[in-house]
């Protein structure tokens, strides 16, 4: 069983220093939950992603990428996501594909707000 709990705190860590993909997080959850299917992953990313969101911990943010060499990528852009995209992200997670929630320079990132690097602060 995957201690959302845990995991939350693990993103708020990891936002501290830099973004984090939302493909991570889905892959995290694929490793804690092994038995898991692909829609049980995705909604319960799609789960932790809300409450952060919710509780203000972490704002979604799309950000572009320039690929520099085979493996170097640098930002070219990043904005915050709209209403309209949170809310399909969140309720239609079978339908990533349709807005490259995978891929490598269109990417969907958690970015942690001031009232998450407060959380992060009191719980260290």
């Known amino acids: 069983m995957i201690d959302i709990r845990e995991v939350e ?23 804690l939950g092994k038995d898991i299917s692909d829609g049980e992953a995705r909604r319960f990313t799609c789960s932790i992603i809300g409450s952060l ?3 203000g911990l972490v704002t979604l943010v799309k950000s572009t990428y320039l690929q520099k ?29 349709e807005m490259n929630v995978f891929s ?12 998450g690097r407060l959380r992060l602060e009191e719980s260290m």
Request: contains cysteine.
């Open 69 to 97: 060499e085979e493996d170097l990528y640098e930002l070219e852009s990043e904005r915050g996501c709209t209403d309209e995209e949170l809310d399909f992200l969140l309720k239609e997670p079978e339908r990533w594909e």
């Open 53 to 55: 969101v919710t509780q």
């Open 9 to 31: 705190e693990g993103v708020l860590i990891e936002t501290g220093d830099f973004n984090m993909c939302m493909q991570n997080l889905y892959n995290e959850i694929k490793f």
């Open 104 to 115: 490598l320079t269109e990417v969907y990132e958690l970015a942690i707000t001031e009232k």
